[in-house]
């Protein structure tokens, strides 16, 4: 058998269900199982792979050996990137043909094809897991008491599995993105030569925080199309990996602005991978110190905000479906907010109607007349459905633990600057911003 050939006719016979044979498939040391370990396992399953005498060989159907004849003398089996063309049908849950890679195959049968069979499509490119979830929920069912499933419907037990697969990916990531490559460990040999450049040219204006920002720009654009040439270039994704971790690790250590109030920065130069410059210890040393009293102090008033709203709305709730009221604020939708108005309820002639993702999307670029809780009629402390709108209705009430996020929004931000703050420059809309 083919190396193509085995990997669907085993995943198809539930081998990705196994750890040992996702690890044989696509270890970069190749398969490390040998038959001394498959006949003194317990664990026995079809297509178990092995090693034996350098020949990569696997279980079949029969329980009798089969070699994989194009199987290489080293390396992995399988990469998570290498493309793969599939004909319709090929997957339990692959209506059409589609390019895609050996990666995207094993996590479809993982989390599409393990917990809803043919129920939940394939879908090549990046994995939002929150995607397949929002598309579930509308028509999830409970578990039937009678243990009588209907062919075609989406159970809680179907969910539960899917989440237990979704779990199972995070023990498997160093298989698909390692973290250590030459590039990932490195950056590019022309960092430390544009940085130079860019401070005597700009060596009059280092005071500038925007300055500073440009800089930093400039260097992460360079890290960035270095990390770009990766093969695994997964494990760094995060904005922050880039305008903090490896900025400072490889290029330039940046502006500290430590305890000023006045917007004042000290600007270090050295990366840390070129050492210390101890001139400017007492900058970085307030620099930590800064993020610690955040954390450790200022959080505090993230706290006392939570407490304030929990006792403000504590006796509010949702009890009525429409208070009535013709009243609404004008609001502008635009394509940054538009997503804020999902469930919320917008003027329609005479009537309030409430909108999910793409309905909205009609009002982008207009002004609409938005019902709000500031003109709410009901009564006492009360509120009704449409002011609130449809995401706060489901749980009436809950409007104190949704009104505490205030206060947990300060407290994610104090606490974030114990942990280290890019500094970029952002377009500021007047017309937007200011309320």
């Known amino acids: ?64 050996l089969h070699e994989i004849e194009d199987a290489p003398e080293t390396g992995a089996l399988y990469s998570f990137r290498q ?18 890679t050996y990666g995207e195959c094993y996590v479809n049968y993982l989390i599409r094809v393990y917990p809803f069979g043919s129920m939940v499509e394939f879908i090549p490119g990046k994995v939002k897991t929150g995607t397949i979830v929002g598309k579930i929920l509308p028509t999830l069912l409970d578990n039937p008491k009678d243990g009588h499933y209907e062919p075609g419907k989406i159970y809680v037990k179907h969910l539960l599995l899917y989440i237990e697969a979704v779990m199972t990916l995070m023990g498997l990531v160093q298989l698909a993105v390692p973290s250590a490559t030459p590039r990932s ?41 270095w990390i770009q040439a990766d093969p695994d270039k997964g494990f760094y994704y995060k904005d922050k990996s880039f305008n903090v971790a490896r900025k400072k690790m490889f290029s330039f250590h940046g502006a500290e602005s430590g305890f000023s109030t006045d917007g004042s920065i000290d600007v270090v130069v050295n990366s840390l991978s070129e050492g210390w410059d101890l001139s400017k210890l007492p900058a970085m040393a307030n620099s930590m110190r800064d993020g610690s009293f955040s954390r450790g102090a200022e959080t505090a008033l993230g706290g006392e905000a939570v407490k304030f709203f929990q006792r403000v709305l504590q006796n509010a709730s949702i009890t009525v479906d429409d208070c009535g009221t013709n009243l609404g604020m004008p609001t502008a939708i635009t394509q940054q907010n538009a997503e804020m108005y999902v469930g919320l309820y917008i003027q329609q002639g005479t009537d309030w109607t409430s909108f999910d993702s793409a309905g909205v999307k009609q009002f982008i670029g207009k002004t609409v007349l938005v019902r709000s809780p500031q003109f709410c009629r009901a009564p006492e402390t009360d509120f009704c459905k449409k ?30 600057r114990m942990h280290g703050n890019a500094l970029v420059l952002a377009k500021f809309d007047y017309k937007t911003s200011l309320t």
């Open 387 to 416: 002011c609130m709108g449809d995401k706060l209705s489901i749980s009436p009430n809950s409007l104190a633990s949704s009104a505490s996020e205030v206060g947990s929004v300060f407290m994610n931000t104090f606490m974030k």
């Open 83 to 100: 493309p793969v063309s599939l004909e319709a049908r090929e997957m339990p849950n692959q209506p059409v043909p589609v390019e895609t």
């Open 185 to 225: 460990i490195t950056t590019s040999p022309d960092m430390l030569a544009l940085r130079d450049r860019l401070l005597e040219e700009n060596k009059e204006r280092l005071h500038d925080p925007a300055v500073i920002a440009t800089i930093d720009k400039q260097l992460v654009d360079l890290d960035r199309q």
């Open 1 to 64: 058998m083919l190396l193509r050939q085995f990997f669907f006719v085993a995943c198809n016979a539930d081998a990705y269900k196994y750890r040992e044979w996702v690890i044989n498939a696509f270890n970069a040391a190749g398969v490390i199982s040998s038959i001394d370990d498959v006949m003194g396992s317990d664990v026995r399953y079809p297509y178990q792979l092995f090693k034996q005498n350098g020949k990569t060989m696997f279980v079949g159907d029969d329980s009798d």
